[in-house]
């Protein structure tokens, strides 16, 4: 039968007996949901800023962006959508800021889900006004496109001809950022961006591995965990992990912008649910010795 | 129509031709498939052609390169990766996938207005939540076409005429202040779970529960600065940096986790292999057809 109750629906170690340390095990989830809106609401409000520190991880997509030759493009691949918004976006937004700041020229593309197309444009046209950067020549869309593996493949042969027209329909081939792209190997940088797994070892079986186009990634701090074994092989050169990576590359750049804000929120939850788990195993705990006791 | 949908410079005439060409090819030949091949004969077509495509791109993998090409190519050896005599092959295959792909997209559009126009037409219980399908499913699809069919260029000019307009913000509004809040409430509310979920299952039961819980705390104050905050009176060079809860969760991360992570991916990639040579060979139970009689 569903728990009507709103209590935990899980019975721990005298809980049966009753009493405060039985009812600390019972917390009933609507106090738990209201206290965690309450805390992430306060600090969207109120914040209190941290400093925050930059991790080897997030300094390696730095120096990567930073180490792109004259010529070459960085390729953003944004293969996210709002469901991951709260990551992927300030991530999107920390990388396009970083290859404005350091004059790096790049492309925005999708393989998957087709919404990030877009999602990221509206952040990159946004950024790109503050740098007064001209669409076409400085950076561009290539936008949504279908296939993946299979658009991986063809771009190794042939990039304008497999991307085609770009987010707004034009031909690439028109634009000027895309004089001298030919290959996949004219490529400084593959920058991907995602909450979905899958897409990683696709860019690196087909692309950073064949090819050796440097790539690093943007993950969801969800996801990250699974790719450390290939930044210690060196296959990414550089990893943001969640809101925290867009926050660190944000105060490397000196730019900063929404994984900043996003930070005190998360920091305060993250206090808020380990005090839960500390409640919860101390009523555990000391209601087992009063079992045990009496 | 078409040449506004698709673009000045892409809807050349020989083009939308080919385009109406193929769907009524395509039409003919789906007709004729359905008409006269039994469930037999469809399932026999459907192994060979996985077979057939299963078997191009595994021997177009593992062929030594650079050897003769099996038709010629108009294409220039670009970047030295001139491939093996299949590689030529790898673009139209491509092609091919994504034709495919396109039309499964038609098939899941089909199946939805099948499903819920039966559910809208018999007034079933939560009808109204199949109405709502089609009005948001129409919706988005002509204000998404509309918007698209304008081309309007980057940035968006102030002056817009009425039309492009009504497209432009129509589009905008369905898209970026329903659709885009919608999916991220949705999933936003994880966090509750999880937290709830946290707190009714992180139980030390015993000592792996303890040393798993020790491990959730270090890395979860490890990935926000208020751990980097709360030990910030740790010096941050020699070995007793590592006390800092930031390199303590680093450290879980890169030298606890990866080398699980590594395991876990070499067992999931072996697991995969088979998995896929089931499928290629149709070995598979309740692979296309074999449920059906």
């Given at each position: 039968m569903a728990d009507q109750s709103g209590s935990?629906?899980?019975?721990?170690a005298g809980a049966s007996a009753g009493g405060f340390w039985a009812r600390l095990q019972q917390i009933p989830r609507y106090y738990i949901y209201l206290l965690l809106a309450a805390v992430v609401i306060w600090q969207i409000l109120f914040p209190i800023p941290f400093p925050v520190t930059p991790s080897a991880t997030t300094r390696g997509l730095e120096e990567a962006i930073r180490a792109v030759p004259e010529g070459k493009l960085v390729l953003i691949s944004a293969d996210w959508d709002s469901s991951t918004q709260a990551e992927t976006g300030p991530q999107t937004a920390a990388v396009v800021e970083a290859c404005f700041r350091h004059r790096k020229r790049f492309v925005l593309m999708t393989l998957s889900p087709p919404m990030g197309a877009k999602l990221a444009n509206n952040i990159a046209s946004e950024i790109a006004k503050q740098y007064r950067a001209t669409y076409g020549v400085d950076w561009a869309n290539w936008g949504y496109k279908?296939?993946?593996?299979?658009?991986?493949?063809?771009?190794?042969?042939?990039?304008?001809?497999?991307?085609?027209?770009?987010?707004?329909?034009?031909?690439?081939?028109?634009?000027?950022?895309m004089r001298g792209v030919r290959t996949v190997?004219?490529?400084?940088?593959?920058?991907?961006?995602?909450?979905?797994?899958?897409?990683?070892?696709?860019?690196?079986?087909?692309?950073?591995?064949?090819?050796?186009?440097?790539?690093?990634?943007?993950?969801?701090?969800?996801?990250?965990?699974?790719?450390?074994?290939?930044?210690?092989?060196?296959?990414?050169?550089?990893?943001l992990v969640g809101a925290k990576g867009a926050a660190e590359m944000e105060s490397l750049i000196a730019r900063p912008g929404l994984g900043m804000a996003i930070m005190s929120a998360q920091s305060w939850a993250h206090v808020l649910i380990i005090l839960f788990i500390i409640v919860g195993n101390l009523g555990y705990v000391l209601a087992r010795g009063r079992e045990k006791s009496g | 129509m078409l040449t506004s949908w698709l673009g000045p410079q892409q809807a050349t005439t020989p083009l939308v031709y080919h385009i109406l060409l193929a769907l009524l090819a395509s039409g003919v030949l789906l007709y004729l498939l359905h008409r006269y091949l039994g469930p037999r004969g469809r399932r026999g077509l459907i192994v060979v052609a996985t077979f057939l495509f299963g078997l191009f791109f595994g021997l177009e993998y593992f062929l030594p390169v650079r050897t003769k090409t099996l038709w010629p190519t108009g294409l220039p050896n670009v970047g030295g990766s001139a491939g093996n005599l299949l590689t030529p092959g790898i673009e139209p295959m491509s092609n091919i996938l994504a034709v495919i792909g396109a039309f499964t997209v038609g098939l899941g559009v089909?199946?939805?207005?099948?499903?819920?126009?039966?559910?809208v037409l018999r007034r079933r219980a939560g009808w109204y939540n199949s109405f709502a399908f089609f009005l948001s499913f129409f919706a988005m699809f002509s204000f998404g076409l509309w918007q698209y069919s304008l081309h309007l260029p980057e940035p968006i000019p102030p002056t817009l005429t009425l039309t492009q307009r009504i497209a432009n913000d129509g589009y905008e509004i369905l898209f970026q202040g329903l659709y885009a809040p919608l999916q991220a409430a949705t999933f936003s509310l994880l966090a509750f779970y999880i937290a709830s979920a946290a707190y009714r299952a992180f139980r030390i039961r015993s000592a792996e529960a303890a040393l798993m819980m020790v491990a959730a705390f270090i890395v979860m104050l490890g990935q926000v600065p208020i751990g980097a905050w709360l030990t910030r009176g740790i010096p941050n060079e020699g070995a007793i940096a590592?006390?800092?809860?930031?390199?303590?969760?680093?450290?879980?991360m890169r030298s606890l986790n990866s080398p699980a992570q590594r395991g876990i991916a070499l067992g999931v990639a072996i697991g995969a292999l088979a998995m896929s040579l089931r499928v290629w060979l149709s070995l598979e139970r309740g692979t296309f057809f074999a449920e059906q009689k």
């Open positions: 935990s629906g899980q019975m721990g279908y296939g993946t593996s299979n658009v991986l493949m063809a771009m190794v042969k042939d990039v304008p001809k497999t991307v085609g027209s770009d987010f707004y329909g034009k031909p690439v081939k028109s634009l000027p950022i190997k004219d490529i400084g940088l593959v920058v991907e961006v995602t909450g979905l797994a899958g897409m990683t070892e696709m860019w690196i079986g087909l692309i950073q591995g064949p090819q050796g186009v440097p790539f690093a990634a943007a993950y969801t701090a969800v996801m990250a965990p699974g790719y450390y074994p290939y930044l210690d092989s060196g296959q990414i050169e550089g990893m | 089909y199946s939805l207005v099948q499903v819920h126009g039966r559910n590592l006390l800092r809860l930031e390199n303590l969760g680093e450290w879980v």
